[in-house]
């Protein structure tokens, strides 16, 4: 048998790595990170961030509205539009909730509500482009960016899930825009979930329900969410959708409605004397967090201010009816690899708006965002693989062998025949090696052949004589006199981690009636030696001796040759 049929029977092989696939992206993102200088020009930016549940009222005053917005100056003309924030973020819950809202979908109050907010803002709304908007109901996200970078903005989408009522309607759900600043894609999610203290587990479900079901088109050519990744990594191929998680950044805002897990009693002296700090520990939020229960990964800047809900409307006294609550919260989530990349400059309440049940948040963000140069990253990244190919091509185990062919000659019956082969270790890590089955062999030799050592390991710079034995006897001699097999193989030495080689062990087997069926040596008319393998298959269909014609002749010699000496037969 040859070395290509060997081949050609051998099953596909695993694939062999010095390392998982998981870990050689781990490292060559590590790599790429450590020159990502070479293709990256980072920027940072900053958005503002509010979230305000307005309990269906109608806008607030402009008052109200810019000291919620405390960006806009007071006089625009002496400010310069980059100290404003490069976006604006704000999302509303319970924007209406009128009984014809929920039933027919028909919420109209997101118009008052712009015009309310961009009329607070006076001549500063001429320095903001907006990008989208999107309302489900009595949830609402508008999301705008400063008028001298909009350019750099692309790929704005927007979308809605409502996870409420049989867990599709809105009354409950999420509001988000998706966008790409430069070439970092950013998401904004606005929600609100479920309320009453005793819902955790249902809070905690609708996070990872909106999770999975908000969900945005991807495109070629998008930006991957890791500015370390190439373009054509399929991250965000067309016809693949992208979840909140395919982001570089994600922002998840809104009214949250987690609650204090316990009621202490003394709610309203604790709050009286402005010890709401003492109550964070009773947090659902928080306690969700570290338990891994909803929002796992995700980070939120101290908190400084008091509870968000319950208040008398008109007023900033709590309701002694409800427990006061933290239910209005600014959370973020880095991707990996882009850890640091969101830092809090400010998180709190407005006290001073009173026109709702809840308090408006608001909260700027610190983003670095980033400029790929594609053509330096793709260099890189060639120079990345190149390198970590040398590595492991290092790595892999290899082996030098003295020969690939050994040759027994003549080989007779009951004759042991030796010979060996020198396999060395020229790698530079250490080699296991052994002789392997093949499909067409169930052992690593065939019967009438030995090998010592068959297997074993050799450090750098080792090498070992393989020995290579041919002994034929009885179990073996007659497939071989027969010519039905020949004193030839290939075999197959195999390299832990490496690649294998292929031995071919030859000899030539001198013929001979020892080991041979009586039952086929009666056909034989003519020396066996001399016969070839198409001669036996002829034979066999031909007629047969009484007696095997060698049996006779060594009777005949002993007949005639015996006798003459006194010996009796």
């Known amino acids: 048998m040859n070395s290509a049929a060997i081949v050609d029977q051998l099953p596909a092989p695993l694939e062999v790595t010095r390392v998982s696939n998981p870990t050689k992206e781990a490292w060559i993102l590590h790599a790429l990170k450590k020159r990502k200088t070479e293709f990256l020009d980072t920027h940072t930016i900053t958005a503002f961030v509010g979230t305000w549940n307005v309990n269906g009222r109608a806008p607030a005053s402009s008052t109200a509205l810019a000291s919620w917005l405390n960006f806009i100056p007071k006089d625009s003309g002496q400010t310069a539009l980059t100290t404003l924030p490069e976006l604006l973020v704000l999302g509303f819950q319970e924007l209406d909730v009128r009984a014809e809202a929920f039933v027919y979908n028909n919420a109209v109050k997101d118009v008052e509500w712009t015009d309310a907010l961009e009329g607070c803002m006076g001549t500063t709304q001429h320095a903001y482009r907006k990008l989208a908007t999107k309302q489900l109901i009595g949830m609402f996200i508008m999301v705008y960016a400063r008028i001298d970078v909009a350019e750099r903005v692309s790929d704005v989408q927007a979308t809605s899930v409502g996870c409420g009522i049989m867990g599709m309607v809105g009354n409950k759900g999420a509001v988000a825009v998706r966008l790409t600043y430069l070439d970092t894609p950013l998401c904004f999610v606005c929600s609100h979930l479920a309320h009453d203290a005793a819902q955790v587990d249902r809070r905690n479900a609708q996070f990872h329900d909106l999770c999975k079901r908000l969900l945005f088109a991807g495109r070629d050519g998008a930006p991957a969410a890791d500015p370390l990744v190439p373009l054509g990594s399929g991250v965000h191929g067309a016809g693949r959708s992208l979840s909140v998680f395919d982001h570089s950044y994600l922002v998840w805002l809104g009214d949250l409605n987690y609650r204090l897990a316990i009621d202490t009693g003394d709610m309203a002296e604790i709050m009286a004397r402005g010890e709401h700090q003492s109550l964070l520990g009773l947090d659902q939020l928080r306690i969700a967090m570290i338990n891994k229960q909803a929002f796992a990964g995700f980070e939120e800047a101290g908190i400084a201010f008091a509870p968000t809900y319950k208040y008398v409307l008109g007023t900033s006294t709590y309701d002694e009816g409800r427990r006061p609550a933290w239910c209005d919260r600014v959370l973020w ?237």
């Open 333 to 569: 989530w880095t991707r990996p690899g882009c850890e640091g990349g969101v830092r809090s400059l400010s998180y709190e309440s407005v006290d001073s708006v009173m026109t709702s049940d809840h308090k408006p948040v608001r909260s700027r963000l610190e983003l670095d965002v980033w400029k790929v140069n594609q053509e330096c990253r793709q260099a890189v990244y060639l120079e990345v693989l190149r390198e970590l190919d040398r590595y492991e091509n290092e790595c892999i185990p290899t082996a030098t062998l003295a020969a690939n062919i050994v040759d027994f000659g003549e080989v007779a019956f009951g004759q042991l025949v030796r010979r060996s082969m020198r396999l060395a270790n020229s790698g530079q890590v250490p080699l296991e090696y052994s002789f392997v089955a093949t499909p067409s062999r169930p052992h690593y030799a065939p019967p009438w052949l030995r090998i010592s050592p068959h297997c074993g390991m050799l450090l750098p710079g080792e090498s070992v004589d393989v020995g290579f034995s041919v002994l034929v006897d009885e179990r073996t001699s007659a497939a071989l006199s027969t010519r039905a097999e020949d004193l030839s193989d290939i075999l197959v030495l195999h390299l832990d981690r490496g690649r294998d080689y292929f031995v071919q062990v030859q000899g030539q087997y001198l013929t001979s009636v020892y080991g041979m069926s009586l039952d086929v040596l009666v056909h034989c008319k003519q020396a066996v030696r001399t016969m070839t393998r198409e001669d036996f298959e002829a034979c066999l269909d031909s007629g047969q001796f009484s007696v095997p014609v060698c049996v006779w002749t060594l009777t005949d010699f002993l007949s005639t040759y015996a006798l003459d000496r006194g010996y009796s037969l």
